[in-house]
């Protein structure tokens, strides 16, 4: 069975950092695509950051403008997101969403993951 566990979550002061980890499992080979996405009540859910196998390419959403970095772990199966210069906006559940099927370059559309971990907490206070 196919699962993503995110981790990392938590309250962070304005212009602090936090690292997100996602770890996937149960897939029989090296998936296709990962994402971060971040979801606030009341409005839609967003990309954050994502990478596409198919296209060996990391993109990351305009409003990151340098502050965020997503990379695969030196060890294991794993996944993070390092986001640094975090501010008030910023605040929402992130999630890690996996993909086993190939996904385009863009790599920025919801529907195109088919794996959804359950979602972390990240709170920045201003």
């Known amino acids: 069975q196919l699962h993503v566990v995110e981790s990392g979550g938590g309250l962070v002061q304005t212009g602090g950092s936090l690292r997100l980890s996602c770890v996937p499992s149960?897939?029989?080979?090296?998936?296709?695509?990962i994402g971060w996405f971040r979801q606030v009540p009341g409005k839609e859910r967003e990309a954050v950051a994502c990478?596409?196998?198919?296209?060996?390419?990391?993109n990351y959403a305009p409003f990151v403008k340098g502050r965020f970095t997503m990379a695969r772990g030196k060890t294991g199966n794993g996944w993070y997101l390092q986001m640094r210069g975090l501010q008030f906006e910023d605040t929402a559940v992130y999630y890690c969403a996996v993909s086993d099927h190939p996904i385009g370059r863009q790599c920025i559309f919801s529907s195109e993951y088919n794996v959804w971990g359950q979602g972390t907490q990240v709170t920045v206070s201003s």
């Open positions: 149960g897939f029989t080979e090296d998936y296709h695509g």
């Open positions: 990478f596409s196998r198919r296209f060996d390419i990391t």
